[in-house]
């Protein structure tokens, strides 16, 4: 199984970017899909799943508003889209995958990880 990130980069405070994961070796509809990201000097956070279908989605309270999710069974490719970036959002953002939604919600469980993809974000 492989789960790779792309579309991480530099970007100023209040710019967007959009991330995407491409999943191969899984039924991919059938597992739920999440993102987390992690902070120099902290530890992985959540940061927002997506159901098998895409109808049920849950964000951190910290990206709900800015951070957007979607999921593409056809191309095996769940995105997030990443709007009015702050530096706090900086980190190495992580495609999840797991069977159950409410565990990826919970941080727990999860069966595959993405190597991550670097978002850096200046003042």
């Known amino acids: 199984v492989q789960l790779v990130e792309s579309g991480g980069g530099l970007v100023q405070a209040g710019g967007s970017l959009r991330l995407s994961c491409v999943a191969s070796?899984?039924?991919?509809?059938?597992?739920?899909m999440g993102w987390f990201r992690q902070a120099p000097g902290k530890e992985r956070e959540f940061v927002a799943v997506?159901?098998?279908?895409?109808?049920?989605?849950f964000y951190a309270d910290s990206v709900k508003g800015r951070f957007v999710m979607a999921r593409n069974n056809v191309d095996n490719t769940v995105y997030i889209q990443l709007n009015n970036l702050q530096p706090e959002d900086t980190g190495v953002y992580y495609c999840?995958?797991?069977?159950?939604?409410?565990?990826?919600?919970?941080?727990?469980?999860?069966?595959?990880w993405g190597k991550g993809t670097l978002v850096t974000v200046s003042s």
């Open positions: 070796g899984l039924r991919f509809e059938t597992y739920s």
């Open positions: 999840a995958a797991a069977i159950s939604y409410t565990d990826i919600s919970k941080s727990r469980a999860i069966d595959y």
């Open positions: 997506t159901d098998w279908n895409g109808m049920q989605k």
